[in-house]
C-alpha cells in the first residue's frame, strides 16, 4: 500500500545550520508529494508541494524535490532559524484511488541560538 | 484568508462519557477529512466525505466512533463511549474536491485527554 518513510527525530541544530529531512515513499504510479510544518498546540500548514517527477517545491527558504527514481521528497533548507523549530511532516496523495494523504510520523526540529 | 474551522480546541472529558467535536471547512470545499493524531505519530485518516457522502470509513472505529455532513458542509464528529487510548488530537481538513495534486488544509484540530 501506499505509505511516507521519514528519518527519524529529533533533530537539533544550531541557528543558520543546514538542514536535511529526509523522506521517502512507497506508492505506485506519480503521486503528489507534500510537507507540512505543525507548530506546538497548532494544526498542520502546507509548506510545499510537487505533484510530478522532478518538479521543486519551495516556500519560506525550505525546498525539495520530486525524486520519482529513487522515490525520494527530502526538505532541505540552508540556514535555519530559531522560529522553524517545529515538527514536519511528509505526506502522499495516491496517483488514483485513496483520496486522502498519508502521513510520516514526522520530524521533530530544535534549533538553538 | 479563509480558514478550516474547528471546536473546542481542548476537551477533557471522562471515560465512558460521550464527546463530539466540530468542524466548519473551507467554504466551497466539497470534500472533508477527519484525521486523529496521537502524540509523537502523523494524522491517521478517520472518516472522508465527498459532499455529504461518506467515501473512507475503513479505519473508523464504528462501535463508538460516527461522523456526520448533513448538508454537505460542516460536520461533527462524535466518540461514545469514550476510552482512555481516544486522547489524541483531532483534525479536521478540507479541499475543493477529488483532484489529485492539490494539498489539504487543516483545522487547529481538538485535544482531546479522556480520564
Known amino acids: 500500500g501506499d505509505s511516507v518513510t521519514q528519518m527519524e527525530g529529533p533533530v537539533t541544530l544550531s541557528e543558520e545550520a543546514f538542514l536535511t529531512i529526509n523522506c521517502t515513499y512507497t506508492?505506485?504510479?506519480?503521486?503528489?508529494l507534500f510537507w507540512y510544518v505543525q507548530y506546538p498546540g497548532e494544526g498542520l500548514q502546507l509548506l510545499l508541494k510537487?505533484?510530478?517527477?522532478?518538479d521543486k517545491g519551495s516556500n519560506k527558504g525550505f525546498e525539495a524535490t520530486y525524486r520519482k527514481e529513487t522515490t525520494s521528497f527530502h526538505l532541505e533548507k540552508g540556514s535555519v532559524q530559531v522560529s522553524d523549530s517545529a515538527v514536519y511532516f511528509c505526506?502522499?496523495?495516491?496517483?488514483?484511488?485513496?483520496?486522502?494523504?498519508?502521513f510520516g510520523t514526522g520530524t521533530r526540529l530544535t534549533v538553538i541560538p | 484568508e479563509a480558514e478550516v474551522a474547528q471546536s473546542p480546541r481542548y476537551k477533557i472529558t471522562e471515560k465512558s462519557q460521550a464527546v463530539a467535536f466540530w468542524c466548519d471547512p473551507i467554504?466551497?470545499?466539497?470534500?472533508l477529512y477527519w484525521y486523529r493524531q496521537i502524540l509523537g505519530q502523523g494524522p491517521e485518516l478517520l472518516v472522508q466525505f465527498q459532499d455529504e457522502s461518506v467515501v473512507d470509513d475503513s479505519q473508523l472505529p464504528k462501535d463508538r466512533f460516527s461522523a456526520e455532513r448533513l448538508k454537505g458542509v460542516d460536520s461533527t464528529l462524535k466518540i461514545q463511549p469514550a476510552e482512555l487510548g481516544d486522547s489524541a488530537m483531532y483534525l479536521c481538513a478540507s479541499s475543493p474536491g477529488l483532484v489529485q495534486n492539490t494539498e489539504a488544509f487543516f483545522g487547529q484540530g481538538t485535544r482531546l485527554t479522556v480520564v
Open positions: 510537487a505533484t510530478k517527477a522532478d
Open positions: 505526506a502522499l496523495r495516491p496517483a488514483t484511488g485513496a483520496n486522502n494523504l498519508f
Open positions: 467554504s466551497g470545499h466539497a470534500t
Open positions: 506508492a505506485t504510479g506519480y503521486p503528489s
